[in-house]
Structures are given as structure tokens and as C-alpha cells.
């Protein structure tokens, strides 16, 4: 089996090497949550309510979600993984194995995985492995081993006991792997980060392995080599087994000529020249985001067959004399890699694996920045109540039942400064202002012009804003209109000009049009209040989001209805 230190320094080097792209792409990731200008949370991947991202099947429970008739939104489309990996493959077993930097073995990998889940993913792989291995110590417990004997075939002793001369066991196997894994990630679902750009899992499979193994016995003469002469009287310890493996790497040859004790072809399967078995295996490994369609992994794989105990051409026990059946401790590999992942799918229409998003983060960010969330309307103080909230009312405190303009301050219809509730010469020509007190001019006083102001002065005056290019009254708005309603039915003689703004385009005249018309309407259809007790106006000079109205000045008249201007623009 690897050494464990082997493994720790592999994946520290590794993590060191993607460090710098992987707080790179986070840095990238993090700027990326919030839009330009609104300062709008995004979410660390895709957006929920996008159905660009559910499939057809799943579109059905979308809508009832986007409609809020169903919690929770439909699970995305996500990518495809497939990837390749290569690193040091080796058999533990009954020879030492040689690692890769002692010229042993290595292993090549590919794969396709898809996640079912955040948790949960299956992934198809397989798995070429060359190991290697070379015994320190000498062994003359191989009567078993036919590459060994004569004409490479078992020959039975004639009498108990292992045969003479003692060898040092090297072999080359070679073996094909296809297994089928279950993943489960265990770093996705953050309680305190929108996301990570790490990935840790565990996985476990199940599989076939298919193998052959071959031993070096010969030179290249076809001659049994003379270890004696190759390491001579050294003693067999674990101070000088480095010098006694490299004495024998140079002087042996790299051909492996000779096939290894297998099972033959009744007590195992075939798939082609090598035996065939299944096996199980299990492992775990750590992802490394690059980009969202690459990412560097590293993975340690364990492949047991169920029941083998010549991976390395070698059995366990072989001093077991005359019993033919091989004992009990089976041989296993493992694969130790770094590999590089892809992710492949429309970005458009898929998003990354699920095992990279957090299914907590919509939920979090919906909380903080909600756009989906049911909320109650909110409610605008007014606290003189004429119409107009305090965040916009200029003229606080205003006293009850006095007309105001679309500011909250009262009414001034003849611009002389002093307010329509006081003033006793309503209407004072230019040419005669300035005024007094009173708001009476310098030219002579028509008959009645110290009269109080009319009753329909009592009506408020006001505006009603309206939402970029709509004419749809709002929910805040219908209150107030309330209010201006009980106003209009305490006046029954009074009438109400309705003045709507915009007169730059003939867009813009349309929607001041269709917007003063839905005003008149809801106040008719829904308050009760006779269409003909307003003044139709639009088009005038003003804020083209809004809409004033007022109380008519005694004797001022105009139409109820008015044809719209530009019918094909009228939405």
C-alpha cells in the first residue's frame, strides 16, 4: 500500500500549485453577486427564477413556484463531468511494490460522471494500471510459482521442502479496470459562505478487473539469473534494502518474459488472455475550481477483487507444502492521481454540477435581497392626510381639507402667493398683483371678490405617480383616490380636473392620456363617482410619471372624454 507520507506531501504540492487561480476565480466569483448600479444580489451561480435552467419535465412545479403555489424551485439542468487522470498505480501484495520515483508503476484513468443531486453523483470509470514490483529479501518458498521451474511449468516436489536456490520475486502486471461509483461531496452545503471553490467526496464502487502478470526469471540469455553473484553475502536487513533493490535493477533486465502463476482457465474467467474478476472499491479525493467548467482533482483509489491473491504473481504462504489450494489473504491495488475535470453542457441552459452550489444560498439571499417573496404592502405615512406622503410633502402639517399641489403645499391657482383657503380674491390678474394679505389686488374688486373661497376648495389636491412606461394604477394609490372619492361625494356639485403630463412625443401624450383615462375610470367604476363630474386634461408640460388633479374653479368646465390622441400607441 502507498505510505501514507507519500500521499500527505502529493496533495499539499498539489493544493499549493492551483492556490493562486483558485482565490483568483473566488475573488471573481464574489464581485460577480452584485449588478452595476442596483446593487442587486444575484446568487453565487444561476438564478433561481430563470426557467432557462429547468427542463421540461420539472417546468410544470417552476410555475407553480414562480406563481407561489409550491415552496421550493425546480432542481436545474446541470452539467456533465468527464475527465482524465494519471498517477502511480501499484499492488499490494506479497511482493514490495515499486513506486513510481523507483521506477515502478503508473496509472491512467478516465471518466464520466453526472450528479443527481447536491449530495449524491454516479460516475463510470476506468482504469489502465501498470504496477511493478521487487523483492529485497530472498524467497525459496516458490514450488507453486511455475515461472520458476522447468519449461515454465509447476513440477511437484519428490519430497517435502522448498526448492534450493532462492530468487528475489520481480513481476510487471498489467490490468484493466471499469467501475461503476456512487459520490457522495461533503463540502457543498455552507451554513456561513455563499459557495467554495473546493470539493471533497468519498466514493464507492463496484466493478470488474481484468489482469495479467509477468515475471522477470530470465536473462536475456534464458538463464536463471545468479542473485548470489548480483548481491552476494549481504545481509537481508531492513538498513540495506534500498542497496540490495538497486543492485538488482542494474543488473536485471527489464524484459518480464515469463507468465506468473494465474488460476488457469477453470477456477477463474477469461477476458481475453488475463483473468477476469469483480471487485469492489472505494476511495475519496478534493476538486479544485479553476473556471466553471474547470477544475484539478486529486483521488486516492483502493480495487479489492473479491477473491485474488496473485495480482503480483506471487501466493501467500507458498510454504505451505503439498496443498494445492492458495490461502486466504487476497492482493489489492491502489491508485493514487491528479486529474483534470471538464464540465460540459450550455452554460445557458445548464447549470455547473450540483455538487458545486450551495442549495442553501437562494434560500439566504432571498432572505436578505428578496424578489420572490410574498411581502405585504408597505404603508406610506401622511400624517396631515392630504395626499401626499410624508417622504415627498413639503408643506407638513397642512390643515385638513385644504387643496394641495403635487408637493403637499396648498394650492395657489393664481400664483400670487397666498394660498386658495385664504385667499379672498381667488383669481387675481397679473397685472394687478402684488397683493395684500388677503391675496386682493391693487386694481379695483370685482363684485364678490372678498367672498370666501368656493366649497370645492375643501376637495384636496394631489398627484398619483406612476411606474415607468405603465398606466396601471398601484395598490398605495388606490387610498388616496379612496380619499379624493369621499371628498368628491361630500361635494356633490364640485368637479375634479384630472391633468396628466408629457407632451415630448407622441408616446409620451399617449401614455399621459391613458393614464389621466385610468384615473377617470377607477374613480368611476370602482368609487361610484360620475365620469361627468371630471375635466379630461393630458399633454400638459410637468413630471410624465405623474398625474395631478384638483378641484374646478367655479364656472370652469371641460370634457369628460377625450379621444386618444394616438390609438395605434394605446396599450
Not at 489489492?332 to 471538464?342: D, H, K, T, Y
Not at 454540477?353 to 434560500?363: A, S, V
Not at 383616490?481 to 408629457?502: D, E, F, R, S
Not at 374613480?523 to 386634461?537: A, L, P, T, V, W
Request: aromatic share 10%; proline share 6%; charged share 20%.
Amino acid at each position: 500500500m502507498v505510505d501514507k507520507k507519500y500521499l500527505l506531501l502529493a496533495g499539499l504540492c498539489t493544493a499549493l500549485a492551483v492556490q493562486p487561480t483558485f482565490a483568483q476565480e473566488s475573488s471573481q466569483t464574489t464581485s460577480a453577486k452584485w449588478s452595476n448600479r442596483d446593487m442587486t444580489y444575484r446568487g453565487n451561480s444561476y438564478d433561481v427564477l430563470d426557467s432557462n435552467y429547468v427542463p421540461h419535465q420539472r417546468m410544470e412545479q417552476h410555475r407553480k413556484f414562480l406563481n407561489h403555489q409550491y415552496a421550493f424551485p425546480a432542481k436545474p439542468r446541470n452539467m456533465w463531468e468527464v475527465g482524465v487522470k494519471g498517477g502511480m498505480y501499484n499492488i499490494s501484495g506479497d511482493v514490495p511494490s515499486l513506486l513510481l520515483w523507483q521506477k515502478g508503476g503508473y496509472g491512467l484513468g478516465v471518466h464520466i460522471r453526472k450528479a443527481w443531486g447536491y449530495t449524491f453523483s454516479t460516475r463510470l470509470e476506468y482504469t489502465y494500471g501498470i504496477a511493478k514490483g521487487l523483492s529485497w529479501q530472498q524467497d525459496v518458498n516458490y514450488r507453486y510459482n511455475p515461472a520458476y521451474m522447468a519449461g515454465g511449468q509447476y513440477q511437484p516436489a519428490t519430497a517435502p521442502g522448498a526448492p534450493a536456490d532462492p530468487v528475489f520475486h520481480a513481476y510487471r502486471s498489467e490490468s484493466h479496470a471499469l467501475n461503476l461509483d456512487l459520490m457522495a461531496s461533503l463540502a457543498n452545503i455552507r451554513f456561513h459562505k455563499a459557495n467554495s471553490g473546493v470539493s471533497f467526496y468519498v466514493f464507492a464502487g463496484l466493478g470488474g478487473y481484468a489482469y495479467k502478470t509477468y515475471i522477470n526469471a530470465y536473462d536475456a540469455n534464458f538463464q536463471k539469473y545468479n542473485f548470489a553473484a548480483i548481491v552476494g553475502n549481504t545481509a537481508q536487513t531492513n538498513e540495506n534494502k534500498k542497496a540490495i533493490r538497486d543492485k538488482l535493477q542494474s543488473a536485471m533486465d527489464k524484459t518480464y518474459e515469463t507468465n506468473a502463476e494465474s488460476y488457469g482457465t477453470t477456477r477463474r474467467s477469461k477476458l481475453g488472455n488475463k483473468t477476469f474478476d469483480f471487485e469492489y472499491s472505494f476511495g475519496a479525493g478534493a476538486q479544485f475550481k479553476v473556471s466553471k467548467h474547470f477544475n484539478i482533482a486529486i483521488e486516492d483509489r483502493v480495487l479489492t477483487p473479491w477473491s485474488d491473491d496473485l495480482l503480483d504473481g506471487q501466493r501467500w504462504a507458498a510454504q505451505v507444502v503439498g496443498s494445492p489450494v492458495l490461502s486466504g489473504k487476497n492482493d489489492g491495488a491502489n491508485f493514487l492521481s491528479v486529474g483534470l475535470n471538464f464540465n460540459l453542457g450550455n452554460a445557458r441552459k445548464n447549470v455547473e454540477p450540483l455538487y458545486w452550489l450551495n442549495p442553501l444560498d437562494h434560500i439566504y439571499s432571498e432572505l436578505s435581497y428578496p424578489r420572490h417573496m410574498i411581502l405585504p404592502e408597505p404603508v406610506l405615512a401622511d400624517a396631515d392626510g392630504d395626499g401626499i406622503t410624508d417622504q415627498f410633502d413639503k408643506c407638513p402639517g397642512t390643515p385638513a381639507g385644504v387643496a394641495v399641489d403635487s408637493h403637499g403645499c396648498p394650492m395657489d391657482t393664481d400664483g400670487d402667493g397666498v394660498p386658495d383657503d385664504r385667499d379672498k380674491q381667488l383669481i387675481t390678474p397679473t397685472e394687478c398683483q402684488p397683493v395684500d394679505a388677503d391675496g386682493v389686488g391693487k386694481c379695483p374688486c370685482p363684485e364678490g371678490c372678498g367672498a370666501a373661497a368656493p366649497a370645492c376648495g375643501t376637495i384636496g389636491a394631489g398627484s398619483v405617480s406612476f411606474d415607468r412606461n405603465s398606466s396601471k394604477i398601484r395598490p398605495a394609490t388606490q387610498a388616496q383616490l379612496a380619499t379624493l372619492a369621499a371628498q368628491m361625494q361630500a361635494n356633490p356639485t364640485c368637479k375634479v380636473v384630472v391633468i396628466g403630463a408629457g407632451n415630448a412625443s407622441k408616446m409620451e401624450q399617449q401614455r399621459s392620456w391613458d393614464r389621466v383615462n385610468a384615473i377617470v375610470e377607477y374613480m368611476s367604476e370602482k368609487q361610484g363617482i360620475d365620469r361627468n363630474r371630471f375635466i379630461f386634461q393630458y399633454g400638459q408640460a410637468g413630471d410624465a410619471a405623474s398625474v395631478m388633479y384638483r378641484s374646478a374653479m367655479p364656472g370652469e368646465e371641460g370634457p369628460a372624454n377625450v379621444p386618444p390622441p394616438f390609438p395605434n400607441l394605446k396599450k
